[in-house]
């Protein structure tokens, strides 16, 4: 974790760096925050979706934590129909109800927005990954096609899930533009830390952050897991795609192996270096979309 961040940051990368005009320099480009709806759901949780794209066939997005709409976009830029990005409870406008909660609470905000858009894809990042086998081990024949980026967990808490989840939402709490952004910058590679992209990417996720805030209840997840059991999903119908990466301390490959092991129709991807939307963006988006546009 760096020390030294100032805020705000430089508009334009290092202190050191003179001005230019010029695009990021490669990395991740950051996606503005489109105008939401706030949508009922039937268990009582307003939620904030973005819909684009053509009626059909519809594809819901789900985010990681402490992430959001904005993190997510980049994943169906290539996918076809329409495409419904969401923020689970506690996240951006969504409603926060009182906890404690579980990957079951997320499993029916998940499946909520799927039904009221009438989604058959569905994509789920790290915990959004976690809410979609929850669903997914309830209700088997509910998606026809499915990724897991990145998922973290399955009968166990994702490794160091407190302690992240913990920081995070103490600099939350604080209000602490400094603090959000030493936490959200173990996001980015080292050597892009200090970019005009590096900081473009820090400077949406706090400002979103800090306007929006992440809901206390939040850190009950930390202590959760997706399942007690693995068995229901030997019984999922969808074609799923599993993409996992190596040596990543926060989404274990081990994780994204056993999950595509009891898929019956999954296919599995591993990266080989951490940090895989910064270092393979571009393979990313078009693997995840070769598969959904079947």
Known sequence: MTSDFRWPPPPDGRPD??????????????????????????????????????????????????????????????????????????????GAPAGPWTYLDLARDLRAVADLTGATRALGVSLGAGAL??????????????????????????????????????????????????????EVPLQLRATPTGWAYLRQRVEQIVHFGLAPELASLADEAPLTSVDALRAVTAEALVIGCNDDDVHPASVAVELADLLPKADLHLYDKPNVMWNERADVRTRIADFLNR
Do not use: C, Y
């Not at 904005?70 to 830029?77: A, I, Q």
């Not at 669903?135 to 399955?154: G, I, K, Q, S, Y």
């Open 17 to 94: 760096q003179p001005s230019n005009n010029r695009g990021p320099r490669g990395g991740r480009p950051t996606l503005p925050l489109p105008p939401t709806t706030l949508v009922g759901t039937p268990h009582g949780v307003e939620l904030e979706i973005f819909g684009t794209g053509p009626p059909d066939p519809v594809t819901v997005f789900a985010h990681g934590f402490g992430q959001g709409i904005g993190e997510t976009r980049p994943l169906g830029s290539g996918v076809q129909g329409r495409k419904v990005f969401m923020h689970f409870r506690g996240h951006g406008r969504s």
């Open 133 to 186: 086998v929850r669903l997914l081990a309830d209700n088997p024949t509910r998606f026809e096609r499915v990724v897991f980026f990145l998922p973290a967990a399955l009968t166990s808490p994702g490794p160091d899930a407190g302690e992240r989840f913990e920081a995070l939402l103490a600099a939350a709490e604080e209000q602490d533009p400094g603090g959000l952004a030493e936490v959200i910058s173990l």
